[in-house]
């Protein structure tokens, strides 16, 4: 897969063409918040993704630089995905999402001291997120 | 149309339910920064919508309370779309994906004195772009 083609010379469209879909930073939140790292994992996200589309997802991620695939060294079949620079850098669009979503969706149940921490300082909140990244311990972890 | 039916309780996804996909952020974009206020406006923006996918999305928007639709008192046949409440604070997510876009996109364009603005202090540009839209002094207005 090439990457993907550009619309126009604007910054919010270039952004729009690789992640402007219902599914990519759905990605990005389960690698990033809720520690998921293979295929598997993704399908079990309770947005129920269809595999057609997360295969197609990932490899558009990957592609464009969002994510990178490593393979387990005991057994070469499973692939872990993980975030890039790049990738980590779409935290602050992720969470500004999540104010607008935590605002205006009456059925939201994301976490209420995340939603406030993302509001109060979200630098703050991007470094307790990469470090999670970094040591296993993810805020969002379910199991 | 009915309002857009949710996949989780997650505020992220429902924000991608809502915006996500390649064109609602590029309309609130044209409304707030370039001015635009009508279908055929919007048509002529660079990215090169196809109109059947600009009535549908123009219809999802007003649906989910995004923009508004007035016509025009003189000739009733004429509409022109406005942001609401809730499209103005999707700007936060939008500035933060044209930082994104603008820090990776070796071909962008957009202002280098908008994209510092949005990076030093998002709240007074969200100000100013506010104040735009009630004055009719958009800032990145191109005609």
Redesign the interface.
């Known amino acids: 897969m090439k990457e993907t083609k550009?619309?126009?010379?604007?910054?919010?469209?270039?952004?729009?063409?690789i992640v402007?879909?219902?599914?990519s930073?759905?990605i990005v939140?389960d690698i990033a918040l809720r520690g998921k790292v293979s295929y598997g994992d993704f399908l079990k996200?309770?947005?129920?993704i269809a595999t057609n589309i997360l295969a197609s997802r990932l490899v558009s991620l990957e592609t464009n630089?969002i994510i990178s695939k490593k393979n387990d060294s005991s057994d070469k079949r499973k692939e872990y995905y993980s975030l890039t620079k790049?990738g980590i850098?779409?935290l602050?669009?992720?969470?500004?999402?999540?104010?607008?979503?935590?605002?205006?969706?009456s059925?939201?149940?994301?976490p209420k001291w995340f939603?406030n921490q993302a509001k109060k300082d979200k630098k703050i909140l991007i470094r307790q997120i990469k470090s999670g990244v970094k040591s296993g311990k993810y805020l969002l972890k379910r199991d």
Chains 1, 2 share one sequence.
């Open positions: 550009h619309r126009s010379a604007c910054a919010i469209a270039f952004g729009l063409d402007g879909d219902k599914w930073l759905i939140r996200s309770e947005e129920k630089g790049k850098d779409l602050p669009v992720l969470l500004e999402m999540l104010i607008w979503g935590a605002k205006y969706f059925k939201n149940e994301s939603v």
